[in-house]
């Protein structure tokens, strides 16, 4: 297990740790190009393949919500390492949308002005109804009896490019919050006031585009991986606080030492994996759109 590559970084010196973290994240960062290039093919394959490749990532988030948890079944979720992988993938295919090109019409825009807010609006499994109903919540909306029900149930460019047929729209088929979730809860309520009547009335998620569907797949991916793996790293600094003043007691059992040790690389290495650098990149400017 790769966390085992960080079991007695106490004794360890700062520059041992340091090319620990650093092949680390050169393996984490070539397995993200790898399976970049596969989902770059099958996205440009045909309309057909790209319908296919974005059903399946929405099913595929909707199988791990409980990630979104402070605390969830391992067994049953896809690991830290699979979501982060697949978070770093549709990052990557927001990129594009910060690109400004000029229009016909001689006015400028980019991908990211095609984003449509009303995408939470709808019931796309990837983000399910559970966000709606809290942003109603934070923006003091009353809740519909169907709601109530819900909640117990559960323009075109002159230029172009080689990643432009990535973003067109294709056809497809066919969410618990915790504290975190409080300011995308927020941010959705506000959107949610600024919508036409008319934008409450697509169901799912293959009524929309290519582009509204990677930059809100990768939103949901973030929550599902960066800040699972945020929660789950919290837990450990708490836990690491709790060993560390008993294995300070005197007689205390030498078993507290490795579960200590056991705990600081567990901890480490999520630091290593969140901390790469084409990731924190990406995540910035993907919240800069």
Not at 115 to 127: E, I, K, Y
């Amino acid at each position: 297990s790769t966390v085992r590559l960080f079991q007695g970084a106490r004794q360890r010196g700062y520059h041992e740790v340091k090319r620990i973290q650093a092949d680390i994240q050169n393996q984490e960062k070539s397995i993200h190009e790898y399976q970049q290039a596969i989902f770059d093919a099958l996205l440009k394959s045909s309309r057909d393949g790209r319908a296919k490749v974005l059903e399946w990532v929405s099913q595929f988030l909707h199988l791990n919500k409980s990630r979104e948890r402070e605390r969830f079944d391992q067994a049953t979720t896809a690991s830290d390492g699979t979501m982060l992988n697949l978070c770093a993938v549709l990052l990557k295919l927001c990129m594009p949308l910060s690109k400004v090109k000029k229009t016909k019409t001689g006015s400028f825009k980019s991908l990211a002005d095609d984003v449509d807010r009303s995408f939470l609006q709808g019931a796309s499994p990837a983000f399910h109804r559970g966000l709606e109903l809290l942003a109603r919540s934070v923006s003091g909306d009353d809740e519909s009896e169907d709601d109530a029900t819900a909640r117990a149930d559960g323009g075109e460019d002159d230029e172009s490019d080689d990643d432009d047929d990535l973003y067109e729209p294709v056809p497809s088929t066919t969410s618990e919050a915790d504290e975190e979730q409080q300011l995308l809860a927020e941010a959705i309520a506000a959107s949610l006031k600024s919508l036409k009547p008319e934008d409450h009335d697509r169901s799912s998620d293959h009524e929309f585009s290519a582009v509204t569907r990677y930059f809100f797949y990768a939103a949901r991916a973030q929550n599902l991986s960066v800040g699972s793996m945020l929660r789950q790293h919290r837990m450990l600094r708490r836990h690491i606080g709790q060993l560390y003043h008993q294995t300070q007691q005197p007689n205390h059992n030498p078993i507290l030492d490795q579960r200590f040790d056991q705990v600081v690389s567990m901890s480490m290495l999520i630091e290593t994996m969140l901390l790469q650098p084409p990731l924190v990149s990406n995540l910035i400017e993907y919240h800069g759109l």
